[in-house]
Every structure is written in structure tokens, then in C-alpha cells.
């Protein structure tokens, strides 16, 4: 009887257990399950943004102009007699964007701005040298007018950016092939070439940096003045749209207040004289005062509409400065980093071309490939937020130029998507 009870006390403590033990896999599951349906997933979303047709179009964009550029190169150097080194592709690319507007190519990274930028610079600035010349719409111009040149500096500057990048591609793989080469070529670097070709590759600058992106950090700093300067200008109408909304509730209460003056001054003339005689009379002083109350109220109302619509042509500038703003400040720190990984691979092959030894050429070389991935990554990472840049910087122009204009007036092009 004794093991019996025993035996059924256990029995019952392992259905306990196994009922905990159940209930705590649910618990678990559960959380598992809230944990996988998260409404906020920064990869998804931001994958789902790679494949918007704006930014699919944007690429599009900017390779084919590319692959005109390289294709043009190919013909010429063809003519020419072709290359004669392994790393032809290489300097095919470092040719392309060696200098800002190359005469051997009709068409590089410099020119890129002419075909990414919509609206165009030249419609914008003629659309508003048609418009009003009143001083307060004068004053907002001249800021639409600065925002526009701003857009298209960054726009610039992120050409700019993406022809550093693809130098920067460009460098690692020379790096790369180099200390590759020499951990299985050379046993003594007396007579191989390949540490000379290092040793140039290094004593040129970094693409990254700062230097080589002058017109980056220069677009970067114009963004912060410029939302400052927009700010300041959208207070100041709101300011003035507002006090002429007083004033002309003001004048409003004003003529009312006369008219009910007026009108019993009316009556009261009325009891004591000719009735027609004295109407005529008490009425003429009442039309004479509120006439002109009535038409400042007008003309007040006119002037509120107006500064509210100019308000909402800087608001658009100043929010469009301000997203474009935040997305160079991202990149700007994304550039620092990528740099002081190129960086690193230019301080590994400074110590090979310093010691010459085989062991730690290898030792080089396997160092540079553990963090092709990395690099890679990286790089590609940046030209994608030099993509998104560039498509907030035509939504924030034509956001600024749809309120300048009216919505028909600048037509929408495929790509066009909400601000985010």
C-alpha cells in the first residue's frame, strides 16, 4: 500500500511537471511569436525601400549614363591599340573618374547632375522670374531661389560621392590583387615589381578622404545654414499672416460696431424729422464710414491668403532641407567609417612594403580577405544611401515647386512617391 502511494504521489508529480513543463513551452512559443511579429523590422523596411521603382529607376539612371562613359573609353582606348596590363578594367575605372570632366569621355561623373536633377534648374529659375514682384514675395524667391541652388550642389556633391566610392572599390581590389600576388610570387622583393606598384598605390591619397570630398562636407554645412535661414523666414510670415488676421478681425468688429452705430443713430433722427428726409440723411454718414472699413477688411483677408501661401512654399523648403539634411549627416558618418577601413588595408600594405618578409605578406594578404566581405558591404551600403539621397532631393524639389506653382503645373514623373 505504502509503494502504491508512493508510486501514485510520483505519478501525479510528473503530470505536474509535464503540465509546467507544456505551459512553459507555450509561454515561450508565445513570446517567440510576439517577438516575430514586431511591427518594426529596420531590414524589411529597409529592403522593401531597395525595391521601390524610384530607387530601381535612380540606378538605372545613373549606370546607364555610366556604361555610355566606359563604353566610349573602351572605343578609344580600341582605337588606340587597347591596354597591355592584367589590371586594364582597374584603370579603366580610375581613368573615368581621375578628374572631374575627363576630355577622353564625353560624358563621366561630373555630367551626372544634368540627368538626375528634376525639375530641372533651368524650368525652375525661369518659372519664378515670372512671378510676383511685391517685397515680401521678392524675399521668399530669393530663399526658394538659394534652396534650389542647394539641391543642386548636393546633388553634385553626391555624384561626387558616388565617383569616390567607386574609386574607393577600385583601390581595395588593387590592394587586394597585389598582396595576393606577392604572398605567392615574390620570396624576395629585390626584383618584383609588384612592391613598387604597392608602394604608388599607397602614396596616393585615400578617395575617402576629406579632401577628396570637400564638395560634400561644403554641401553638408550649406543644408544647416539654409534650414536655419528657412526656419527664421517661415516664422516671421506666420507672424505677419497672423497679425493680418487680427487686424482684419479687428476691422471687422469695427464695422459692425459702426454700422449698429449708425443705424440707431438713423432711427433716432428718424422719430424727429421727415421720415424719408431723415432716413437718407442718417444712412448716407453710415455708408460713408463702414465703405472704406469694409474694403480694408477685404484687402486684409487678400494679404492673410497670400502670406499663408507663401508660408507654405518655405515650410516645404524648410522640411525638404531638413530630410535631405539628415540624409547627408548619415552618410557623412557612413564615409568616416568606410575610410578608416580603406585606411587600415593602405596601414597593412605600409607594413609590407616596410618589412618585405614572405610570412607577413601572407599574413597581409590574409587580413585584406577577411575583410573583403566587410568592405564590400560597406561600400555597397553607401552608394545605396547616396541612391535614397539623391531621390529625396527631386521629391523635395518638386514638393517646393508644386507649391510655387500649383500641382498641374509640374508634371510628376513615374518615380514620384510621398516625402518620407
Not at 15 to 36: E, I, P, V
Not at 132 to 149: G, I, K, P, Q
Not at 151 to 171: G, K, M
Not at 201 to 206: A, K, P, Q, R, S
Request: proline share 3%; net charge neutral.
Amino acid at each position: 500500500m505504502r509503494w502504491k502511494r508512493m508510486h501514485s504521489s510520483s505519478s501525479k508529480s510528473k503530470s505536474k511537471s509535464s503540465n509546467s513543463l507544456a505551459a512553459g513551452g507555450q509561454l515561450s512559443m508565445a513570446r517567440n511569436s510576439n517577438h516575430s511579429r514586431s511591427p518594426l523590422n529596420v531590414n524589411e523596411e529597409y529592403n522593401k525601400t531597395l525595391r521601390t521603382k524610384s530607387f530601381l529607376d535612380m540606378c538605372s539612371k545613373v549606370h546607364q549614363q555610366l556604361r555610355r562613359t566606359v563604353s566610349s573609353i573602351a572605343s578609344s582606348s580600341s582605337e588606340d591599340g587597347g591596354s597591355d596590363d592584367d589590371d586594364g578594367g582597374a584603370t579603366e575605372e580610375l581613368k573615368l573618374d581621375s578628374s572631374p570632366r575627363s576630355e577622353s569621355s564625353p560624358l563621366s561623373y561630373a555630367d551626372l547632375p544634368d540627368f538626375l536633377l528634376e525639375p530641372s534648374q533651368e524650368s525652375l529659375v525661369a518659372a519664378m522670374a515670372a512671378t510676383d514682384d511685391r517685397s515680401a514675395h521678392l524675399e521668399v524667391n530669393s530663399l526658394l531661389l538659394e534652396f534650389f541652388d542647394v539641391t543642386l550642389e548636393a546633388c553634385t556633391a553626391c555624384t561626387n560621392l558616388l565617383a569616390s566610392i567607386n574609386r574607393a572599390r577600385v583601390h581595395h581590389r588593387s590592394i587586394r590583387h597585389l598582396l595576393d600576388k606577392l604572398s605567392f610570387a615574390c620570396s624576395d622583393g629585390s626584383d618584383c615589381t609588384a612592391f613598387d606598384r604597392l608602394a604608388s598605390l599607397v602614396n596616393t591619397e585615400n578617395p575617402l578622404h576629406p579632401q577628396n570630398l570637400a564638395h560634400f562636407h561644403s554641401a553638408q554645412s550649406e543644408y544647416t545654414r539654409l534650414m536655419q535661414r528657412l526656419t527664421v523666414a517661415h516664422r516671421r510670415i506666420l507672424r505677419r499672416a497672423r497679425l493680418s488676421r487680427l487686424t482684419r478681425k479687428a476691422t471687422g468688429i469695427l464695422t459692425i460696431s459702426t454700422c449698429s452705430i449708425a443705424m440707431a443713430v438713423a432711427l433716432v433722427i428718424a422719430v424727429h424729422t421727415v421720415i424719408g428726409v431723415g432716413v437718407v440723411v442718417a444712412i448716407a454718414p453710415a455708408i460713408m464710414t463702414t465703405a472704406p472699413l469694409a474694403a480694408m477688411s477685404w484687402a486684409r483677408a487678400g494679404k492673410a491668403r497670400y502670406l499663408e501661401k507663401l508660408g507654405a512654399q518655405v515650410d516645404s523648403a524648410a522640411k525638404g532641407a531638413y530630410i535631405v539634411g539628415r540624409d547627408l549627416d548619415t552618410m557623412s558618418r557612413m564615409v568616416r567609417r568606410v575610410h578608416d577601413e580603406v585606411e587600415h588595408e593602405r596601414d597593412v600594405a605600409r607594413m609590407v612594403l616596410r618589412d618585405r618578409e614572405r610570412q607577413l605578406v601572407r599574413e597581409a594578404a590574409r587580413e585584406v580577405e577577411s575583410g573583403m566581405a566587410g568592405m564590400v558591404e560597406q561600400l555597397k551600403e553607401l552608394e545605396e544611401h547616396v541612391y535614397l539621397c539623391l531621390i529625396t532631393i527631386n521629391r523635395s524639389r518638386r514638393m517646393v515647386a508644386q507649391e510655387m506653382m500649383g500641382a498641374n503645373a509640374v508634371p510628376s514623373p513615374a518615380a514620384a512617391e510621398t516625402m518620407p
